[in-house]
């Protein structure tokens, strides 16, 4: 990490110092390697004294966080919290959230009984599994799940940066289609994170690698292979470099661009476990001997699933590793071994499925295994021996290429993606990124009189087509129609997806705009224009659309006078006459009325020339008026609607409120606690109590300190904040006096010393101004020594009566109190101190508040300086208060 660390400290640099001291808020942006188990948080935050990019641990201190939800008892989990309870309540701890976003209920129903998970799932109107917990009746949707990791994710990093923090770049892994896209911004939202973009896996360990790397001498094709919880892809990278002109020097400028990117989506290291999971459930059924399957009892998968993951870690380092579940099952404990060539011999059929996506990609990118400049690895699947073996057999290697660091690398390029899309930080290296859609999209058109030719079924996005990217379609055609956009079915469709459609709009308001302009010359059919995007983050969307209708008429212009060459000019431009009112909506035709003007200078001259002022010109006009698109947004796969989100941001709310309502109950209790522990302490150990404290007002407040404590450990186990911090209250009601008076014991006589040493020394000051600032008015000198004698008498006086008053009641007198009436004399010392020499000539008197000039800024601001002192440095800049704070310091010490 450290190493990592120094390497960016050079890479990365402010846009200016400035805005990191004005607004270092701004400066922090974060990335979230949003996994099927983990979670990573990386944060660039340009503070100084902070290395800039860095990984947030969590409450933990581990560097990478279980992706798990929890409701339990009323309370929701997230985190390691959840963690803590999952072998007890695997049916209340949810996990692979990510998994599930944009999928049909089918697919996660699937998935949750493949992972032995007893999850009370239902179907939703959309079509999607929502999660019913332990109440009963409350449903959460997947995306309100993953809105709960995430906004732990991003409180990681904000508590990290010590600044708030809401910008980040989220991953996918590449086989995402749109719904499952569309509901990571969407949970996002929900966090209320503002999403910087979401970048595909590989693109961010591409990043990774290729940030401290040069490719002007050697451009190189790298192919990064991932195996992480549940898939597994292979991504082909090429790292070139360009020459660019900057400030009239040629700089080269490295980059990369995603060739392919080929996947399984389902093998990864959770299959591997699964293959020992159920061995081991087949080793202790037999064990058991009774017929009973353990599968069928959800604790103890959850049991046995947690030592799995254990045992596969040790088999990875080693040739044998043992087994052991304490109470498996109806208190029955299981113990057993398994030998790495078993577990590899379990999991026979996935070494070479593990192959495919790196030979997919090898095959239709028609290089050769040598023209692979490196496979990286990354993902902790990867770590398996058998696995590296298959590998290192296939592309004939002796060494693999582990040059990243398998569990980080895509959460550290992720941040880099963030720092350059931020707009207070800037790279100071460079790397372009060119990432590219991992599927096609087919627009396809339906309506009455579409033709059925090759218009209505158009390619509009290839595969790896650069992203981002906007573009538009134009369609002849007059009346409404609807259009849809699908998967290229050329190529795979993302996992678990039935029909290649995703979006279906209706496009309105074609009919009548054509009625409308039926009866006008139209020089050539009406058109369609559908404007379509395709974000940064992958998704694809029609935005707008416009009808395009192009008419040709005569008009009557004002007549040009050619002799002019000014006018001529003028009247050229006014001739394309823009329509000035382009706010009024409803009339559509003087919107975006572009026109492309041609005047047939032919016509001009020859025929109009009898008319005085006026003459007639053949015009162009292009009319566009914008269309009405509506989405529909139903079945599978769609977001939550308008009304569920707002709704599910209410419940997030109030789930948010009441954790940090238990938050602040359990620090209250516990500095409850803490008081009477520590009381107990001190009132037994310490023989001064005894001093400031009657016999009898000791034993009440014991008495008062153990019955609260009962009371913690009984009613108080579940009470409420206000319960604790009342009872805080009445015990510190009357232990404070008692422990005030304890310390004032040994601070009022400190405090009284403090004064007298300073009474003595004011006199010696007096003394010196007398000496050496004659101009000092006589009058203030003597005030200060009135209110010298002042605090004196007082002092004296008070220390008197506290004398004759019994130390077991409230004191006369507090130091508190002595060292405000010092501190009240010292700065009336300081004042009179400062003022300054008269000058010689001017007639400035100098009092205390030299009279303001024309220019008061500095005047006005500070009467510390004297008039001689430059104001240049006194308004200089924000540093001023704590600097002028300084001077004044330092001139009363000078006189001691
Ligand atoms: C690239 O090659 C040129 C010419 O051979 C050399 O001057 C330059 O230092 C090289 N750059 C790197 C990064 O190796
Ligand atoms: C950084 O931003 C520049 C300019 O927008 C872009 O060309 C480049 O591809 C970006 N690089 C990364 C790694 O995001
Ligand atoms: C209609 O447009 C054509 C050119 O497209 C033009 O020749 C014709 O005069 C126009 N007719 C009217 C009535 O403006
Ligand atoms: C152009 O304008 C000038 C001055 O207004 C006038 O003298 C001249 O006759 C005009 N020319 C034509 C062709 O109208
Ligand atoms: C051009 O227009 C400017 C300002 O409208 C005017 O001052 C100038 O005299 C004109 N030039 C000619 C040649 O008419
Ligand atoms: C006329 O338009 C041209 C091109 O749009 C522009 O360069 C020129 O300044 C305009 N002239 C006037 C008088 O607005
Ligand atoms: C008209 O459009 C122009 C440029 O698009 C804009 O500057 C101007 O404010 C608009 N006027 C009104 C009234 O909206
Ligand atoms: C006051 O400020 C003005 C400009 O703000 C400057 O021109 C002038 O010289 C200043 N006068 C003095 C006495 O500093
Ligand atoms: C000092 O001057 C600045 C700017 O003229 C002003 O904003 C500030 O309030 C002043 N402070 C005091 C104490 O007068």
Redesign the pocket.
């Known amino acids: 990490m450290s190493r990592f660390a120094a390497r960016i400290q050079i890479l990365l640099v402010l846009v200016s110092t400035f805005s990191l001291l004005l607004i270092p808020s701004e400066s922090a942006v974060s990335s979230i390697d949003l996994g099927s188990e983990w979670m990573k948080v990386a944060v660039v935050n340009l503070k100084p004294g902070q290395s800039p990019i860095s990984i947030a641990i969590n409450e933990m201190s581990k560097r990478k966080s279980p992706v798990l939800v929890a409701f339990h008892g009323g309370n929701r989990l997230v985190g390691e919290e959840a963690a803590g309870i999952v072998a007890r309540y695997p049916d209340k701890v949810y996990s692979f959230i990510r998994d599930m976003i944009g999928k049909l209920y089918k697919n996660a129903k699937d998935l949750t009984s493949s992972l032995y998970l007893p999850y009370d799932l239902v179907e939703d109107s959309r079509g999607a599994a929502g999660f019913r917990i332990d109440d009963g009746v409350t449903v959460y949707t997947p995306e309100e799940l993953l809105a709960m990791v995430l906004s732990y994710g991003i409180t990681l990093a904000e508590s990290h940066a010590r600044v708030p923090l809401k910008d980040a770049v989220i991953t996918v892994p590449p086989y995402f289609g749109q719904p499952e896209r569309r509901g990571i911004l969407q949970a996002a939202q929900l966090a209320g994170i503002n999403v910087l973009s979401l970048i595909n896996e590989h693109a961010g360990a591409a990043l990774q690698y290729g940030i401290d790397k040069d490719f002007a001498n050697e451009s190189r094709h790298v192919i990064f292979y991932d195996m992480g919880s549940t898939s597994a892809y292979a991504a082909l990278v090429y790292f070139s470099a360009y020459n660019t002109k900057e400030f009239g020097k040629t700089v080269s400028v490295n980059q990369f661009q995603v060739k392919d990117v080929r996947w399984d989506s389902k093998l990864g290291g959770q299959d591997l476990e699964l293959r020992l999971v159920e061995y081991f459930a087949d080793e202790f059924n037999k064990q058991l001997g009774n017929g009973f399957d353990v599968r069928t009892s959800p604790k103890a998968m959850a049991k046995l699933k947690k030592q799995v993951k254990r045992t596969k870690e040790i088999l990875s380092a080693n040739t044998v590793a043992p087994i052991s579940v304490e109470s498996l099952y109806d208190d029955l404990d299981f113990r057993s071994t398994i030998s790495r060539e078993k577990f590899e011999e379990l999991c026979a059929d996935l070494w070479e499925r593990a192959l495919v996506p790196l030979k997919e990609v090898l095959r239709n990118s028609g290089l050769k295994i040598d023209d692979i400049y490196a496979v990286e690895l990354i993902g902790g699947a990867t770590r398996v021996p058998k696995l590296q073996a298959k590998l290192q057999e296939f592309l004939g290697r002796n060494d693999l290429d582990k040059h990243l660091d398998a569990d980080e690398a895509i959460v550290l390029g992720a941040s880099l993606h963030a720092a350059n899309l931020s707009d207070g930080i800037k790279l100071n290296r460079r790397l372009g990124m060119i990432d590219g859609s991992t599927y096609g999209f087919v627009l396809r058109l339906d309506g009455p009189d579409i033709l059925e030719d090759e218009n209505t079924d158009m390619l509009l996005i290839p595969r790896m087509k650069k992203m981002p990217i906007k573009l538009f379609r134009s369609i002849k055609h007059n009346k409404d129609f609807e259009a849809s956009l699908s998967y290229d079915e050329a190529n795979e469709l993302p996992p678990g997806v039935l029909s290649s459609k995703f979006a279906q709009y209706s496009v309105l308001g074609l009919t009548e705009t054509s009625e409308k302009y039926a009866a006008r010359n139209l020089s050539s059919p009406i058109k369609a224009n559908l404007h379509f995007s395709l974000s940064r983050s992958g998704v694809i969307s029609l935005d707008r659309a416009e009808a395009v209708i192009e008419i040709t008429e005569w008009v009557e212009v004002p ?1 040009k ?4 060459e000014n ?1 001529t000019a003028e009247s050229f431009n006014a001739s394309t006459e823009t329509s000035p009112g382009n706010t009024s909506q409803g009339n559509a035709e003087s919107l975006n009325s572009s026109d492309d003007v041609d005047i047939s200078p032919d016509a001009t001259k020859g025929k109009q020339d009898t008319d005085i002022n006026t003459e007639k010109i053949l015009k162009k006009k292009t009319f566009r008026v914008p269309l009405k698109v509506v989405a529909k947004s139903s079945g599978p796969g769609s977001v939550l609607s308008k009304d569920s989100f707002s709704e599910a941001k209410i419940r997030l709310d109030a789930l948010d409120k009441k954790d940090a309502e238990r938050r602040k109950t359990a620090e209250l209790k516990n500095s409850l606690e803490e008081y009477i522990y520590s009381t107990r302490e001190k009132i037994e150990d310490n023989a001064e109590v005894g001093k400031v404290s009657s016999e009898e007002e000791r034993s009440f407040f014991e008495e008062k300190l153990s019955e609260v404590q009962e009371w913690l450990y009984t009613d108080g186990e579940d009470a409420s904040a206000s319960e604790f911090k009342e009872r805080l209250e009445s015990l510190k009601a009357i232990g404070d006096p008692i422990f005030f008076r304890l310390n004032e014991l040994t601070a009022r006589p400190l405090a009284c010393e403090h004064a007298r040493l300073y009474l003595n020394d004011l006199q010696k000051i007096v003394n010196n101004w007398e000496m050496n600032k004659p101009w000092l008015p006589k009058a203030k000198t003597e005030e200060v020594l009135s209110e010298a004698e002042k605090l004196r008498n007082w002092l004296e006086e008070k220390e008197e009566q506290q004398k004759r008053t019994s130390i077991l009641s409230t004191p006369i007198f507090t130091s508190e109190e002595v060292y405000q009436k010092v501190t009240k004399l010292q700065d009336k010392v300081a004042t009179v101190n400062r003022i300054p020499k008269p000058k010689p000539k001017i007639e400035k008197p100098p009092k205390e508040e030299p009279v303001s000039q024309e220019n008061s800024t500095g005047t006005s601001n500070n009467t510390s300086g004297e008039p001689t002192s430059e104001t240049g440095q006194t308004t200089q800049d924000s540093v001023d208060s704590s600097h002028t704070g300084t001077d004044q310091e330092r001139a009363v010490h000078d006189e001691l």
Do not use: P
């Open positions: 007549r006078n050619t002799t002019l006018n």
